[in-house]
């Protein structure tokens, strides 16, 4: 079978190390050329955990001693669940929306409680081995947070693509259009991962991030989704995102 070859051989490991590659490189961007703009820091935030997420999908396979597997696996997932408000704050934070502040206030106070869940078994339990790889294994509290996590991840998807239709010329539903299919399909696609931690047989979704994050890298070069001007367009930055994009393009 595919998955048993991508396992065997490590082909499974190219997709997220490629995610990682350019979500790394945004954030890069986003730190170094952004300036202290609030969106641009939200941004490299959540491709900073988009990006350990991708290594996490790595590492858990590759290490043999799963011991420190685990233990790597549930501190990366402090990003995770941290990443939640700050992924609301900066979808608000891009679309101007100012009045749903108790909003992002509520989802910080929940991840700060499923924080302190993260190093337990309670959250993730250890490990479920398929063909395809490796990938942790839900406790009892992770199912609590993946409802949650999902729904923040719909209301997102929700109110960027309405306000996509409701944009009133089409540089600002260019915008709105690379970050709903980069940034907001990626996380998805990392948000599916949930079900297979959950217990459901399906290959990880949160594998093929590496394709959305493409599309998003290539609307900031392009389109300069985020107001950093053409210095993103020249230096070294600009030259190393550029090589791995041809990988895809």
């Known amino acids: 079978m595919l998955t048993d070859y991508l396992q065997t051989s490590g082909a499974y490991a190219i997709p997220p190390i490629l995610g990682f590659l350019v979500l790394i490189s945004l954030t890069l961007i986003s730190i170094l050329r952004g300036g202290k703009n609030p969106t641009n820091t939200l941004f490299a935030g959540i491709c900073l955990t988009g990006a350990l997420v991708n290594a996490d999908m790595v590492l858990v396979s590759t290490i043999p001693d799963k011991t420190l597997a685990l233990t790597i696996d549930r501190t990366l997932h402090f990003f995770f669940v941290l990443a939640l408000p700050v992924y609301i704050k900066f979808i608000h934070s891009f679309l101007h929306i100012s009045g749903r502040r108790w909003l992002v206030y509520a989802t910080f106070v929940v ?3 499923f924080v302190s869940f993260v190093p337990s078994d309670l959250f993730i339990s ?6 395809f790889g490796v990938i942790a294994k839900a406790g009892p509290v992770y199912y609590v947070f993946s409802l949650i996590a999902g729904m923040i991840v719909l ?3 929700a109110i960027l693509f309405f306000s996509m239709r409701k944009a009133k010329d089409n540089q600002e539903k260019n915008r709105i259009k690379y970050i709903l299919g980069g940034m907001g399909i ?3 696609f990392i948000a ?3 079900l297979t931690i959950c217990g459901l047989k399906i290959y990880p979704m949160g594998s093929a991030s590496c394709v959305p994050a493409v599309f998003l890298a290539f609307g900031v070069l392009k389109y300069d989704l985020l107001d950093m001007g053409v210095l993103i367009r020249r230096g ?3 030259f190393i995102l550029t090589g791995i994009l041809t990988v895809f393009i």
């Open 126 to 131: 250890g490990f479920q081995h398929y063909n």
């Open 192 to 194: 599916s991962n949930i």
């Open 236 to 238: 070294t930055i600009y």
């Open 155 to 157: 209301y997102c998807l």
């Open 186 to 188: 990626g996380a998805l």
């Open 111 to 113: 991840s700060f409680i």
